[in-house]
């Protein structure tokens, strides 16, 4: 697989990162980072705490796309990441997804994420 071949995988997604945080990104292309570093993150089993913390302000059940910011959350946790780092991201999602006053649809979303 291509993503095998990246040499100095940690530096490449630290790379990639300070590109998608920057401000002249576009919405849609800061969705394709997410992806890309997060599947680069659970297949090397790297650490990159600022890109949960990122994440985090796109976690937002009125947000365009949110099924995708999910997906690439899901995607870059693996058994290394620190617990507080999870428990944090856990918080957010069950106070914004799955509560009484959110859709059947968003419920759904933060069930299946937390799953």
């Known amino acids: 697989m291509p993503i095998d071949l990246i ?3 940690q530096v490449f997604v630290e790379k990639l990162f300070n590109i998608m945080s920057g401000k002249q990104e576009k919405y849609e292309s800061k969705l394709i980072y997410m992806a890309l570093i997060a599947r680069i993150i659970w297949h090397h089993k790297l650490i990159l705490l600022p890109f949960y913390r990122s994440l985090i302000k796109y976690l937002d059940p009125k947000q365009k796309d949110v099924p995708r910011v ?3 959350l899901a995607e870059s946790i693996h058994e290394i990441v620190p617990e507080d780092e999870i428990e944090t991201i856990v918080k957010h999602i069950i106070e914004h997804f799955v509560n009484d006053r959110c859709s059947e ?3 759904t979303l ?3 994420t937390l799953r």
């Open 105 to 107: 649809f968003t419920m």
């Open 110 to 112: 933060g069930l299946n």
């Open 70 to 72: 999910l997906l690439a």
């Open 7 to 9: 040499y100095n995988p």
